[in-house]
């Protein structure tokens, strides 16, 4: 997709900014660099640079005042914008910091990391100090993003025996829910476009998961925020 006005302009991965004044991306300099780069909505739309980016693969999010790109795949803000998780390449359960100035998530930024011990996967945040986790066991647990310690009972959509899986996809704003994906174990896309099994639970443990009825879901489904 071309955006720029000079000539083979390549920017990909577009995003808002928190303030909507500018859109942030990635491009390639004529010298074969990849960058960050933002462009103001109004005005004449001139090109800033924001730093070195590790490629055009990854998505980005920009958050903070002034802004900061980060880029790393399912990235997960807490409220607060200070804090977050995203999914890196062989680090699971890992809590960053927000980073200083623009940049890529690796394995060796995540030294200064918060690893939470047990958790297979972070869902998202319940509020701006607890992250709901998928446990080692397949099960839901809300754990405190700095201790790593347990807090409220452990969450269980499916039962054993019923030889499913379920798989988080994204947490409520308020932090009080979470939509899950049920499915065999490694068959998450089963057949394409076919009936999808998505369920609403409690973080809390209360009730039971109820379906999420739409036609309009299918296993090509991917949640990628809850407004």
């Known amino acids: 997709m071309t955006l720029g006005d000079a000539a083979g302009a390549d920017e990909r991965n577009a995003v808002m900014s928190p303030d909507e004044g500018a859109v942030w991306f990635t491009y390639r300099t004529a010298d074969g660099e990849y960058r960050f780069g933002s462009r103001p909505v109004e005005g004449d739309h001139r090109l800033s ?9 990854l998505p980005l999010v920009v958050t903070g005042k002034p802004a900061v790109a980060v880029q790393a795949n399912m990235v997960r803000l807490a409220p607060s914008g200070r804090r977050l998780t995203a999914a890196v390449p062989k680090l699971f359960g890992h809590v960053f910091d927000t980073l200083g100035s623009s940049g890529t998530l690796t394995e060796k930024s995540a030294r200064s990391a918060v690893l939470l011990s047990g958790c297979g996967g972070i869902v998202g945040w319940v509020d701006d100090e607890r992250v709901l986790c998928h446990t080692e066991a397949g099960s839901f647990r809300t754990v405190d993003a700095r201790s790593g310690r347990a807090e409220g009972p452990t969450v269980a959509v499916v039962r054993k025996g019923e030889g499913l899986v379920a798989e988080g996809m994204v947490v409520s704003p308020d932090g009080d ?10 068959d998450r896309s089963g057949e394409r476009g076919g009936q999808a099994d998505f369920r609403v639970a409690s973080t809390s443990g209360k009730g039971r998961a109820t379906p999420v ?3 309009f879901l299918t296993n090509d489904t991917v949640f990628v925020e809850w407004y």
Do not use: L
């Not at 640079?49 to 693969?57: F, R, S, T, Y």
């Not at 829910?177 to 490694?186: D, M, R, S």
């Open 49 to 57: 640079d924001e730093g070195p980016a590790g490629g055009n693969e």
């Open 213 to 215: 009825s739409g036609g």
């Open 177 to 186: 829910e979470f939509i899950v994906a049920v499915h065999p174990p490694n």
